[in-house]
């Protein structure tokens, strides 16, 4: 993050965080890239041990109640290990969002406050095999009968399929309601959740990304989140953790830090490669994306933690954060391998896997095909809601009224048939 933004306290979290993501073994990231490991379970117990995880949440639950700016320092910390890595300390920070702001005292005592303490672990099933962008075209189904829901379809590249104690489910529980037809579960393992297919990925392994099936499931009725038909404002409120985590980039930074010293070190034409600019305007992009990231997602994180503006705005802002962050960490990470030559594309540097791990970003968490959506639906709400503020420099052209009514929006004159 850049430094004008830091006080102490959050300089002394940082240096916590990287204490942290220093001890964690070098083999298990490589174990975990390797598929040698279902899920690591030791990362998320130390984190929990070391009173890392879910640092927004409440003391009484086990965080620090944090905001944002802190999470989101702590997140860019935890991506030097990895988008997995990153992923899953996230995972805490988003299904604890749904229990901490919805859940009852009771979900709060058995499932959010293991969570924080790094003894269970959770899962988020939103995407299903029929789709993920159309989040409200869900077709899982939770039919209620005596204190029981029943829920039966499937849920696909869950994170933590394998490894996850429970999983916090959306569920049709009202067909035909549009927007109020989704309800929210926590699911535990043990209710009988099948895990039918684990999934090969090209990066952001070892996290047991699997398909769970769910064949007339019993969920008591207690583990409802947030109300029956209530499932689409967890899961808006689940979108901000989901997103802005996104602006946590500091991952990106270390792997164009390598770059960077690289390009000081290796000779080509008889002098170092930073002497040319097609190497060194490449890293100054870099660098300037990367400090242009990290002040729009400092400037969102405290929009959300003081609460400014409509939701709306806040969601237009969130998705503006996962889009360019995203963005800008795939390209960063490719030019670095670009700067490297051939030795970047190879297994000497951690840049190739970084650069598979980085592909997965534009695509979960809501596409940014998806975030420019609700980019662009947001703010043509917002602009034509407000009309002109200050100066209307539309006006501020040589034409008169008459001449502009015809020119600027031109109507046809309707055909006579
Ligand atoms: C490794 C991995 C881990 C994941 N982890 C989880 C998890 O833990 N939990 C979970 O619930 N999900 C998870 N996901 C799912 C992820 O969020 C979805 O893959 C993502 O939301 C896209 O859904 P989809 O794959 O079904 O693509 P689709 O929704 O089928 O979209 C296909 C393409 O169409 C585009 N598209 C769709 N609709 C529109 C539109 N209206 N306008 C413009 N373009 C559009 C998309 O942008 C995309 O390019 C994970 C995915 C992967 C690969």
Redesign the pocket.
């Given at each position: 993050m850049l430094e004008v933004f830091f006080t102490p306290e959050q300089r002394r979290l940082k240096q916590e965080v990287q204490d942290f993501v220093k001890s964690i073994p070098r083999q298990l990231i490589l174990d975990m890239d390797a598929d040698k490991i279902k899920f690591p379970y030791e990362f998320v117990r130390e984190a929990g041990k070391r009173g890392l995880l879910g640092l927004r949440f409440p003391p009484k639950y086990g965080g620090r109640g944090l905001g944002w700016v802190e999470e989101l320092i702590a997140v860019g910390e935890v991506s030097k290990l990895g988008v997995p890595f990153a992923?899953l300390y996230s995972?805490v920070s988003i299904v604890g969002e749904a229990l901490n702001v919805f859940g009852t005292e009771e979900q709060k005592e058995k499932y959010l406050k293991p969570i924080i303490a790094g003894t269970k672990w959770a899962?988020?099933?939103?995407?299903?095999p029929?789709?993920?962008?159309?989040f409200f075209g869900a077709t899982t189904v939770a039919r209620k009968r005596g204190s029981n829901y029943y829920l039966t379809g499937q849920?696909?590249?869950?994170?933590?399929a394998e490894g996850a104690d429970f999983f916090l489910v959306f569920a049709v529980t009202n067909p035909g309601g549009g927007r109020d037809a989704i309800s929210a579960f926590i699911v535990e393992r043990d209710f009988g959740v099948e895990v039918r297919h684990v999934?090969g990925?090209m990066g952001?392994r070892g996290?047991g990304?699997g398909r769970l099936v769910f064949r007339e499931t019993p969920v008591p009725e207690e583990n409802l989140v947030g109300g029956e038909h209530q499932g689409a404002k967890v899961f808006y409120k689940l979108m901000v953790p989901e997103r802005l985590v996104s602006g946590g980039i500091d991952g990106s930074r270390a792997i164009l830090e390598i770059a960077a010293r690289y390009a000081d070190k290796r000779q080509a034409f008889g002098q170092t490669i930073r002497n040319f600019e097609g190497v060194s305007f490449k890293i100054a992009d870099c660098i300037t994306k990367l400090d242009a990231v990290d002040a729009l997602a400092y400037a969102v994180a405290r929009t959300i933690d003081e609460n400014v503006g409509t939701p709306g705005y806040q969601r237009r802002l969130v998705s503006e954060v996962k889009k360019l962050a995203t963005q800008v960490q795939w390209e960063v990470v490719n030019d670095a391998m670009q700067v490297l030559g051939g030795i970047g594309y190879t297994n000497v540097y951690p840049v190739e896997r970084a650069l598979r791990e980085a592909r997965?970003a534009m695509?979960?968490?809501?596409?940014?095909?998806?975030m420019?959506?609700i980019i662009q639906h947001e703010y043509y709400k917002e602009i034509l809601a407000k009309g002109v503020e200050g100066r209307d420099i539309e006006a501020d052209v040589a034409l008169s009224e008459d001449q502009l009514a015809e020119e600027r929006v031109y109507q046809p004159e309707p055909i006579e048939p």
């Open positions: 992923c995972m899962g988020e099933a939103l995407t299903e029929r789709g993920g962008s159309d849920k696909r590249f869950v994170v933590g999934y990925l952001c996290t990304t997965l695509i979960w968490t809501g596409t940014n095909e998806i420019n959506l």
